[in-house]
């Protein structure tokens, strides 16, 4: 089946730093890739799809400057915390559509985020 | 936004018995799936019934749509302790390729 990886698994950062999570399809062109942010013992919450070449669509409340998008090629996009708060602390959860397919989303292993 | 109520929130059950679980949502959608979380991990996908389907089986699950009432249901049979996780619905909202979860339902199975 298709993989999806994220890099890294875990990250411990200083408030005010930026930290760059890594989301790749590996045996697979994802022309759509979808970013979520999981609290303790809660749902995903979509945060943004990001669109292979375009910028990135932001759900309500989201703030775009503060997590940045790229998603460059077919296989890989970026989520990028900028300035990072203790708040920021979470499980962030990359997903991707198979470009063949609308029906079907692989989910990366997810990377916990913790800001000190 | 999350559109789906997941009921109950939490359930524990003796191993052997079947749990369901239960999902309803607002909108409109070409497809439901369930998935599972083991803590701290990231999502299994487990099923996906269309909108067109009443019912779909794999292995111990058995799924079920109603499109009228907006509500799709989870059976696990004969559960395992392997099992315990937490189970989310999601819902392929029409007109979007996004995917909308449900709060979800912590299963625990009790050896």
């Known amino acids: 089946g298709a993989v999806v990886s994220q890099h890294p698994s875990r990250v411990i950062c200083k408030s005010g730093t930026s930290v760059k999570i890594e989301c790749r399809s590996l045996?697979?062109?994802?022309?759509?890739m979808f970013w979520y942010r999981q609290f303790p013992k809660k749902s995903l919450m979509l945060m943004a799809t990001s669109n292979e070449g375009s910028k990135a669509t932001y759900e309500q409340g989201v703030e775009k400057d503060k997590f940045l998008i790229n998603h460059a090629s077919l296989t890989l996009s970026t989520l990028t915390v900028t300035s990072a708060h203790p708040e920021d602390s979470s499980f962030y959860i990359c997903s991707a559509f198979i470009a063949a397919s609308t029906d079907t989303q692989y989910f990366g292993p997810g990377t916990r985020l913790t800001v000190l | 936004s999350q559109q789906g109520e997941e009921d109950p929130q939490a359930l524990s059950i003796q191993e052997g018995e079947n749990a369901t679980m239960n999902c309803s949502y607002k909108?409109?959608?070409?497809?439901l799936q369930w998935y599972r979380q083991n803590s701290g991990r990231g999502l299994v996908h487990l099923i996906l019934?269309?909108?067109?389907?009443r019912e779909k089986h794999s292995g111990r699950l058995r799924v079920t749509l109603d499109t009228s009432k907006k509500s799709s249901s989870l059976l696990i049979t004969a559960s395992r302790a392997a099992d315990t996780a937490s189970y989310f619905c999601a819902t392929d909202v029409q007109g979007a390729q996004k995917l909308v979860f449900g709060q979800g339902t912590r299963l625990t199975i009790n050896p």
């Open positions: 019934i269309r909108s067109n389907e």
């Open positions: 045996d697979f062109q994802a022309t759509t």
């Open positions: 909108t409109s959608i070409n497809n």
